[in-house]
């Protein structure tokens, strides 16, 4: 992997074997690699998805399916942004924002909160997740726009969206483009607890996506998507490695 912002540093996420502990480990460590294992500040871990040089961002997290839906939210995400004619340094940092987008989700309580139970009390913590994962990384040295992710990834164009309820271009592209991701991403793989209940087909998910772009999602970011999966025959992976 090459670094995403310098020469010195590869921003990464790791995730600690489910029951293994506390779920942040810190923001800044020092990582290595031991044949097919981490060594994280001197203690081994199992991770899914590591990328590191030097130092770099580490969440440590015990739920591996936050792991993989942040991947492929990632991967996607990236597609979009090359596939929109965005310069190749900004899209690395759409990849570094959308591998971190849902990191406030740490903070949730478990068992796993139902995120359709819109009435709840419940559902008001759910929503606190972009705010809580920005002031995660706050003082992390990142690029805003990656921060601006974070923060911002469920913002709807028409002023639905959550913390901030901005509109349009009040929304940073970086964060349109990863909410399309997350979206498509959700309606694909999601379980039966999840925001659509069951998870769509390609056919159903492309015309919910079709339904709602330029209504909740990015009007451009959208048809992109839609090209991909479509035209182009991109597929998520779905597991991560």
């Known amino acids: 992997m090459r670094p995403l912002f310098s020469n010195e540093h590869i921003w990464c996420q790791m995730f600690s074997e489910p029951g293994a502990g506390s779920d942040v480990a810190s923001l800044a460590m020092r990582a290595e690699r031991d044949g097919d294992e981490w060594i994280v500040n001197g203690q081994k871990v199992w991770t899914t998805l590591a990328h590191i040089s030097s130092y770099g961002l580490v969440i440590a997290r015990t739920d591996p399916e936050l792991a993989a839906h942040q991947t492929r939210v990632a991967d996607l995400s990236l597609e979009i942004a090359r596939e929109m004619g965005l310069g190749e340094k900004r899209c690395m940092e759409i990849h570094a924002g959308a591998l971190l987008h849902d990191v406030g989700r740490i903070l949730l309580p478990t068992p796993a909160i139902d995120a359709t139970d819109t009435s ?13 994962g920005w002031r995660m990384l706050a003082n992390a040295d990142l ?6 992710i974070v923060l911002w990834h469920h913002e709807r164009c028409d002023g639905s969206g959550y913390p901030d309820r901005l509109k349009r271009d009040e929304i ?21 607890s999840g925001p659509c209940g069951r998870a769509l087909n390609h056919s159903v998910a492309s015309n919910e996506l079709s339904r709602k772009a330029g209504i909740h999602y990015d009007l451009t970011a959208s048809m992109v998507c839609l090209w991909l999966f479509n035209v182009r025959g991109y597929r998520f992976c779905s597991s991560i490695s």
């Open 120 to 132: 709840s009390d419940k559902f008001d913590l759910v929503r606190r997740h972009p705010l809580d």
């Open 143 to 148: 690029p805003e726009s990656v921060k601006s």
């Open 172 to 192: 940073p592209l970086e964060a349109r483009i990863v909410a399309v991701a997350d979206a498509f991403e959700t309606w694909l793989f999601s379980a039966p």
